[in-house]
Nanobody, 123 residues
Framework: QVQLVESGGGLVQAGGSLRLSCAAS????????MGWFRQAPGKEREFVAA????????YYADSVKGRFTISRDNAKNTVYLQMNSLKPEDTAVYSC????????????????WGQGTQVTVSS
């Protein structure tokens, strides 16, 4: 069993930066791929970024490529999402997920989810 708790969300102006953290409990954290997803009001949840359990491979949605960076520290059981050059369209609830997904971009492939953290980007 893995429990996930996100932090680091908040209100930021367009062009600013935020770093989200996702702290995991459970001894099997290092076995799982980790993903970040987001959901804006009235929209479906969408893939943002993912990282394999060893951190050797990262994946990004086209909309955030070059602006967001996902990383993980297995010693701290934590995965991060560094978000730079934020845009108003990045406003959403961001959630982290853990699992052994067949496809890291598919939310239904993940086993565990955090509660989410709100990111609001003002124009």
């Amino acid at each position: 069993q893995v429990q996930l708790v996100e932090s680091g969300g908040g209100l930021v102006q367009a062009g600013g930066s935020l770093r989200l953290s996702c702290a995991a409990s459970g001894r099997t954290f290092t076995s799982y791929a980790m993903g970040w997803f987001r959901q804006a009001p009235g929209k479906e949840r969408e893939f943002v970024a993912a990282i394999t359990w060893r951190g050797g491979n990262t994946y990004y949605a086209d909309s955030v490529k070059g602006r967001f960076t996902i990383s993980r520290d297995n010693a701290k059981n934590t995965v991060y999402l560094q978000m730079n050059s934020l845009k108003p369209e990045d406003t959403a609830v961001y959630s982290c997920a853990a699992g052994s997904p067949l496809s890291v971009r598919i939310s239904g492939s993940y086993n565990y989810w955090g509660q989410g953290t709100q990111v609001t980007v003002s124009s």
